[in-house]
Structures are given as C-alpha cells and as structure tokens.
C-alpha cells in the first residue's frame, strides 16, 4: 500500500501521487508515514494537540504558524472568538489566537515561538525608541531659541 502524507488516503501499490490533494503530491510507504510521525489510515489519530501559545492578533498568529510550517511542526491555530457569540455578548474584548500542536513537538515549539516572540518585540521596541527620539528632537527644535537650560530627562 501507498499513503499519502498530506490527506492520509490509502492507495494501491501501483498509483503513483494522489488524486485528492492540490498538485498531487507523490505517495510514500507506510513505513516513510512512520518515520514522519504520521497514523496510517487505519490507525487511530493518537496525537494530542496541546497549546504552544497564544497569538493577539492574526498577523501575529500567521507568523507563528508560517515559523512551525519552516520546522514542519503540525499545527491546528483555533481562533479564541470562534464561536456564535460574538464580543458584545461575551466580554471578551481581546481577541487571541490559540497555536496547538502535537504534545510530543510541544517543548520545540513553544521556544520557536518564544523566539520569535522576543524578536518581534525588540523589532517593536526599536520602531517605538526610533517615533519617540524623533518627537524629542522636534521638541528641541521648537524650545531651542528660547531655552537654554539643558533639557529634562
Ligand atoms: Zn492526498
């Protein structure tokens, strides 16, 4: 038998990529789905997807997701607002975003996310340093024929 590794179909041995899936991607053995940690059709799905963190926004949630994709990390993301109710009627004001993923790649991915996390903050953090200067120098600019005194930190 031939698996494939992006929908799980099983096939016969003489078909060659699957029929199912966009760009028919090529079949593998069953032993190349092991190997990739995935079940076999007729297996039970025994992965446990567990949270590896959370997202504020989507973009946020589309970095996060595209960093696992780039270390092959599966990845389920769960809206924090799907559901029927919307914001008015349950409170929930922030809306964030829940990365999952499977409990054995846990560890892996909450510090890729970490990571990431840190390094978009510092991106922030520079971008936020670099508007404040600029407004302390237009004050400057503005005070400077008239004051003297050094300015106040
Ligand atoms: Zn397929």
Redesign the pocket.
Known sequence: MRY?A????EYQDSVVD?T??PNH?PLVSAEEMRERGLPLPHELDQRRFVRAGIADDPVTAQIFADVLEEHRIPLIVRPGRSGVVDELTTGNLLPWWELLVPDTDQVRAARLLEEEKIQGRAYADEAGRAAEEEELEDERARQAPVDTAPPAL
């Open positions: 494939c992006r929908c799980g179909s699957c199912d899936c991607p």
